[in-house]
Structure formats: structure tokens, C-alpha cells
């Protein structure tokens, strides 16, 4: 049975918007990118949203829906109180392009910073051997679906438009990490550009992204602090830095 809801979207972009009041209906079973649907094929039929699948393995219809950065998709509109107003913004560490659309593009600019995997050079197909708990370690970040909530919430990125520029963070730290524990991986600096080029002296575990990410990986404890304590023993022990300067 369809019931009405209260919405506030927002309408605009960078420059000039605001938060427009809207009455639709919902259906049982509905998630918020339905009501979203019937919203722009009813009353505001150039309301701007990105979308994909609707499954929640693409990550296109990130947004903040009363203020907490979800996926669309996966927002059972039965959560909410059938008396509440829905607040439904854009992503607000990235630009806003037009109404819940961000231009994500500062994502995708760090990506083609991280140097890809290298196997060895004298390695013949078939030959690469792993350990089972290599693969189960890197496979839990590879279940990352570039949603970017992780980056929309990350402070660091969130309240100062500054640090974009020196830092990375969280899904890229993340994939250095997920490269530098890579047992075949033969890039031999990664530690180092994470902390002097990806900015990962910014973080400081707030564990924020890892309870915004849909994919429940656990982006702080099982990739951030493990590549922090790499850094730590590559560059700030006394007795590695000693030993690296006696053999050069």
C-alpha cells in the first residue's frame, strides 16, 4: 500500500541551489532511488541523479539522506517514520554539478597516482604462488565499489578543501595498502609514497569511513593502520634509517 512522504531535495548547483519540498508516494518495498524515480518522472523532470545498477555494486547513487552519506539504493524506505521529512542532498566534499550529482573527478585524478602491481620481471605465466591468507587479506579491499562514501566522510577531505591537493585518502591509502602486503608486488617504495606523495600522515583513524562503507570492509583497522605501521618501520626507526644509510 502506497503511503505519502515528505521530501526536501536539493535543487542547484555549486553556486545557487537549496532544499526544495516535495509530496510523493511510496510503495512497500520501495528504497529512497525509487521515490528519487518517481520524483523526476512526475514533478521535477530534470532533477539531475546518478544512478546505475540499483543493486549496490556500482556505487553511482551515493548521497546524504538526512545527513548521513548512503547509497540510494540500498535505503529501505521503510526505515523512516511515516510522518518524518527526508532530507536528500549531494555528496558535500565534492563539487555539486547540478541538484545530487558531485563531480567525483578528484577520485579518479589520485587513482592514476597509485603506481599498479608489478609482478616479478622473470615471472612465466603460471609460475605466481600465494599463500591463502595473502589472498583472503587483499581480497577484502577488493570488494570496494568506488562509491566514495569513505572519501565523502573523511574530515581531512570533507572540511578542508585544502588537503585535496597532498592527500589521497581512504579508498586510495587503502589500495596501496592492499598492494604493498601483495607477497609478488615488486614496487619497492610504496610505504614511502604513501606517507611523502598520498598525504597518509593526514589520517588519524577515525575509523569514519569504515562505518559509512556498504561493502562493511574494514578500511581503518585491516588497511590504514597496518600500512601506518609499515611506514613507521621503514622511516622513523632509528635502526632501519641507520642500517638503509650504512648500506648506500
Not at 43 to 67: F, P, T, Y
Not at 104 to 124: G, H, I, T, W
Not at 132 to 142: A, K, L, N, P
Request: glycine letters at 4%.
Amino acid at each position: 500500500m502506497a503511503r505519502k512522504i515528505n521530501l526536501k531535495i536539493w535543487r542547484g548547483t555549486s553556486k545557487d541551489g537549496g532544499l526544495q519540498d516535495v509530496t510523493v508516494d511510496a510503495n512497500e518495498g520501495e528504497v529512497v532511488l525509487d521515490v528519487i524515480h518517481r520524483v523526476q518522472a512526475t514533478q521535477m523532470n530534470d532533477l539531475a541523479v546518478r544512478w546505475n545498477c540499483k543493486a549496490g555494486k556500482c556505487g553511482s547513487c551515493s548521497m546524504e539522506i538526512n545527513g548521513k552519506p548512503r547509497l540510494a539504493c540500498m535505503t529501505q524506505m521503510a526505515n523512516f517514520a511515516e510522518d518524518e521529512t527526508i532530507t536528500i542532498t549531494p555528496l558535500r566534499a565534492f563539487p555539486v554539478i547540478k541538484d545530487l550529482v558531485t563531480d567525483v573527478s578528484y577520485n579518479y585524478e589520485k587513482a592514476l597516482k597509485v603506481p599498479a602491481f608489478q609482478p616479478p620481471a622473470d615471472m612465466k605465466p603460471g609460475e605466481p604462488r600465494m599463500q591463502q591468507v595473502d589472498v583472503e587479506r587483499s581480497q577484502e579491499f577488493r570488494k570496494c565499489i568506488e562509491c566514495f562514501l569513505c572519501q565523502n566522510v573523511c574530515h581531512v577531505i570533507r572540511d578542508h578543501e585544502e588537503n585535496k591537493e597532498a592527500y589521497s585518502g581512504p579508498r586510495f591509502l587503502m589500495r596501496m595498502a592492499e598492494l604493498d602486503m601483495h607477497p609478488l608486488d615488486t614496487v619497492k617504495n610504496r610505504k614511502e609514497m604513501a606517507q611523502d606523495e598520498h598525504g597518509l600522515g593526514f589520517c588519524n583513524i577515525t575509523k569514519c569511513c569504515t562505518e559509512v562503507c556498504p561493502e562493511h570492509i574494514h578500511i581503518t583497522d585491516n588497511a590504514l593502520i597496518p600500512l601506518k605501521e609499515r611506514v613507521v618501520d621503514v622511516k622513523f626507526d632509528p635502526l632501519v634509517r641507520l642500517s638503509s644509510k650504512l648500506r648506500k
